[in-house]
């Protein structure tokens, strides 16, 4: 669900799928591995990192010079450069990045597609086969050091938890009355309409509802919630009840200063589960929990004073507050 703030509170300030836990006093990552190791898979990381955008500069740059190089039909520049902007978009995030693993990862299924180009291309008559297969044997070492690296990173990097519960305060003003809003937002089944990451809410009996949600490579995540608190025209309070998503919330309707309009406030607790089945639900969470709150409420104002969301404005899939 979304809203806007003042103040805007979110907590923790940090997202804590990307807090990783503080190394151990002496020095080791806690499996295993001792501090000096994993600087050098660092260190081996990077290297890669830039080898990628030297590769993917090359690449984007003089694509039929490229081609010719590694012997390969230079009539197809686009699809090199396109190969060359992909290298050059793992090295970035090998470099930048505090989990550099996942790019790592991302460049071996790279290696893969460039192997696969590379054994069809032997076959062409235009190729020189010397080229192709000296090409073929350097792109096999560069995967086996990717891989060889993001399994290392992999093993060591510190699993994903959550440090506990995170609350979202948000307030937006809205040019209709009170009781407009709150008969709007009091039928649950208005709300996939403004929160496009839901896919649809059921209502079971006057407090119970059943909330469908998208989730990430076409999943979905199920959950019933019941509302706790219902203060005509004023307030309406809920909390699940079962599913993945544990998760609480209120929406307050304050008539703004001389009647005009409404103050609409929101406010969100959730407490997904920790580990990696958190890390998945939390994805359903999208960018930041306070930016998609807003994001929800500032289209619920949009729905509310002009009756629909501009197109070019909807909410990108996956986000969960219900």
Not at 19 to 39: E, K, V
Not at 213 to 234: G, L, Q, S
Request: net charge neutral.
């Amino acid at each position: 669900m979304a809203s806007t703030a003042a103040p805007t509170q979110v907590s923790p300030e940090v997202n804590p799928l990307e807090a990783s836990a503080p190394r151990p006093a002496n020095g080791s990552l806690g499996n295993g591995f001792a501090g000096d190791q994993h600087d050098a898979e660092k260190g081996l990381a990077g290297a890669l990192g830039w080898f990628g955008i030297g590769l993917g500069l090359a690449e984007a740059v003089a694509p039929r010079g490229f081609a010719r190089l590694i012997g390969v039909n230079d009539d197809n520049p686009l699809l090199i450069r396109l190969l060359g902007l992909r290298e050059i978009a793992s090295g970035l995030g090998i470099l930048t990045q505090r989990r550099p693993a996942r790019w790592l990862w991302a460049r071996v299924a790279g290696d893969a597609m460039d192997l696969s180009l590379l054994g069809a291309a032997i076959t062409s008559p235009k190729a020189n086969a010397a080229k192709v297969a000296a090409a073929t044997v350097a792109v096999l070492g560069v995967t086996a050091l990717d891989a060889y690296c993001g399994h290392q990173l992999s093993s060591s990097e510190e699993p994903v938890t959550w440090t506990g519960p995170i609350h979202v305060t948000k307030t937006m003003s809205i040019n209709r009355t009170p009781e407009e809003l709150y008969q709007f937002w009091r039928n649950f089944e208005n709300l996939p309409r403004f929160m496009t990451y839901l896919e649809s809410v059921r209502r079971i009996d006057d407090k119970r509802s059943h909330w469908v949600a998208k989730a990430p490579a076409d999943a979905r995540v199920e959950w019933d919630a019941e509302i706790t608190e219902d203060t005509p025209n004023e307030k309406i309070a809920w909390r699940t009840v079962g599913g993945s998503v544990e998760h609480s919330g209120a929406v307050h309707f304050r008539r703004g200063s001389s009647n005009r309009g409404t103050v609409v406030r929101v406010e969100i607790v959730y407490s997904p589960p920790a580990g990696r089945i958190g890390a998945g639900i939390a994805k359903l969470f999208g960018r930041e929990p306070g930016q998609e709150v807003q994001e929800d409420l500032r289209h619920f104002k949009q729905v509310m004073e002009t009756g629909e969301i501009p197109a070019n404005q909807g909410l990108p899939q996956g986000r969960c507050v219900g």
